[in-house]
């Protein structure tokens, strides 16, 4: 039996006065929303896999305030991802500048706006990350160690 090994990502919840910063890019000919995320690099802590992903993505320099949660989730059989979201949030929203090409735009949205995307939401963690984080489940980023031998 083949090991199971699924996808270690990283996402961040950014808020700012009642919004969130999305990001629109083109997954398979389909515009899909998500929040900054990515995956997890060699020898890079999960902090600064988020960090990096949040730059390339938006091209904010931010640090993430706190972890929201750990979501382990079977998009398909062969397909499956283990997801460390974060959060942020910002006295302002401020102006993206995505640095990733695969990124269509960056943009601040309102819970409303991103609910009636639902059907072009990148998968069914974005929406939960945002009620988490909105149900203040935030943990320290410190709940992960990071050590490389």
Request: charged share 25%; net charge negative; aromatic share 10%.
């Amino acid at each position: 039996m083949e090991r199971y090994k699924p996808n270690v990502t990283v996402a961040c919840v950014i808020a700012s006065e009642d919004k969130y910063l999305m990001v629109e890019e083109l997954i398979d000919g389909k515009l899909t929303y998500n929040q900054p995320a990515g995956h997890l690099e060699a020898f890079e802590s999960l902090n600064q896999a988020c960090e990096r992903e949040v730059w390339e993505e938006t091209g904010l320099s931010i640090k993430a305030q706190s972890l929201i949660n750990i979501y382990q989730f079977q998009a398909r059989d062969d397909l499956a991802f283990l997801r460390f979201t974060y959060a942020c949030t910002l006295d302002e929203p401020l102006t993206p500048k995505p640095q990733d090409s695969a990124i269509r735009r960056a943009l601040w949205m309102t819970l409303d706006e991103i609910t009636q995307l639902k059907s072009q939401l990148r998968s069914p963690l974005v929406l939960q990350c945002i009620e988490d984080f909105r149900q203040g489940k935030l943990f320290s980023t410190e709940v992960v160690n990071s050590r490389f031998l």
